[in-house]
């Protein structure tokens, strides 16, 4: 099943522990996004990669990292997170920049 | 600065009642207008790609219409089926702008 996938669904950190969302997809795709949602805000772009080793910032990157060393996965890195990152992150996949996109099932995270 | 603005930000319809929700956006160098259907605890759905003005796409019970300046997505008879937060989002290049949404309740 094409799909994408995201790990972990919940999470629950404190203020500065470092973390990582993984985020995988299995359709080939070149084009990867994270986005965060938070209420009245909609979806925030946050890093976006158009290929292996290809990546830059979308509208909230502070306070974010990626990495793109392999086309199928993305990882969401958080080195000192806060509360203000607590949030629903989605993690999205297509074959570019001007088609739709996969998205995965989102995690939500709480800084506390 | 580049943005998309939906409208209403909620609307309740009775089954079998029409009605449209608007997009409309200032994106500089529009390269596609997307429509997603996003269901409470899941990840937007893609729904329609529009590219030029005069664009319109169907699926179901579901037309997405494109101008120069706004998009349009018709529900034509809808059943309780269809509730659902509706998005839209416009890209220039490589970055995306999504609008915050239209929560669509359909009432049986």
């Known amino acids: 099943e094409a799909q994408v996938t995201q790990n972990p669904r919940y999470l629950i950190t404190v203020t500065g522990k470092k973390l990582t969302v993984t985020c995988s997809q299995n359709?080939?795709?070149?084009?990867m996004s994270w986005y965060r949602q938070d209420p009245g805000l909609g979806l925030r772009q946050i890093y976006y990669?158009?290929?292996?080793?290809?990546?830059d910032k979308g509208d909230v990157p502070e306070g974010y990292k990626v990495s793109r060393k392999e086309k199928r996965n993305f990882p969401l890195i958080l080195e000192s997170p806060s509360p203000n990152q607590t949030s629903l992150y989605f993690c999205a996949s297509s074959f570019g920049a001007s088609y739709g996109y996969t998205f995965g099932s989102g995690t939500r995270l709480t800084v506390v | 600065e580049d943005q998309v603005t939906q409208s209403p930000e909620a609307l309740r319809l009775q089954e079998g009642e029409s009605s449209s929700l608007n997009c409309s956006y200032t994106?500089?160098?529009?390269?596609?207008l997307f429509w997603y259907r996003q269901d409470p605890g899941k990840g937007p759905e893609f729904l329609f790609t529009?590219?030029?003005a005069g664009e319109e796409k169907e699926k179901e019970r579901l037309k997405a219409t494109l101008t120069k300046k706004e998009s349009f997505l018709h529900i034509t008879a809808p059943k309780p089926e269809d509730s659902a937060t509706y998005l839209c989002a416009g890209t220039s290049g490589n970055q995306f702008y999504f609008g915050t949404g239209t929560s669509l309740t359909v009432i049986p």
């Open positions: 994106v500089s160098g529009l390269r596609g």
């Open positions: 359709m080939n795709h070149e084009y």
């Open positions: 529009l590219y030029s």
């Open positions: 990669s158009m290929n292996v080793e290809v990546t």
